[in-house]
């Protein structure tokens, strides 16, 4: 038996992967939680095996969470569902300890079939991921998105400078002092090749990157 955890902000969403889920006889939802918080308090529970988690909730972003639960609990497969297409999100959070990305558009049973995966200590590559993938090792003449070369800091600070938040309150959030979130503003502004705050902003809505 697999037990999972869903995570997202959308009563909906965590009721209908419920439902769904109820009906593989070795699959078991034993956690629900609404934020990144609530993540941590079910990777620290110990009581899932996989975590389902998206990207987009109210009190931090998922890759805050993927980096705090990855940091606390390397071992426990994070799997990302979420409604980004997976050339906004899934190569940087491979990277950054997911064991795979799904958008939620995707089939149903492809999530069944990833939660296996995962759970078995395998990564889970969907067809839409191996091609990105395939196109960043081969070229194929694409040029990568910018935002794709920041460190998972740099994102952490960008997406959050992004969707307004002050350098303080980011440091007081992240752990940080106000000079090392600076520094990372700096950076990641250096990479993107912009200005302000307010490019952040664009930038991120542009690429679909906040809502």
Known sequence: MIRIGIVDDHAIV???????????VDLRVTGEGASGKDALELA??????????????PDQSGVDALAAI?????????????GFPEAHYATTLLRQG?????????????????????????????????EQLAESVVGGGVEKPAHE????RELQVFLRLAQG??????????FLSVKTVSTYRTRVLEKLALQTNSDLTYYALKNGLIQ
């Open 165 to 174: 938040e002050t350098v303080g309150h980011i440091a007081d959030a992240l």
């Open 98 to 130: 997911a064991s795979g990305y799904l958008n939620k558009e995707c089939d149903p049973e492809e999530i069944a079939d990833a939660i296996r995966v995962v759970a078995r200590g395998r990564r889970y590559i969907s067809p839409a991921v191996a």
């Open 149 to 152: 070369a920041l460190s998972e």
């Open 44 to 57: 620290r529970g110990g009581e899932v095996d996989v975590l389902l988690l998206d990207i987009s909730m």
């Open 70 to 82: 990855k940091a606390r609990f390397p071992d426990l497969p994070v799997l990302i569902l979420s």
């Open 14 to 24: 965590r009721t209908g992967l419920r439902q769904y889920l109820s009906d593989h």
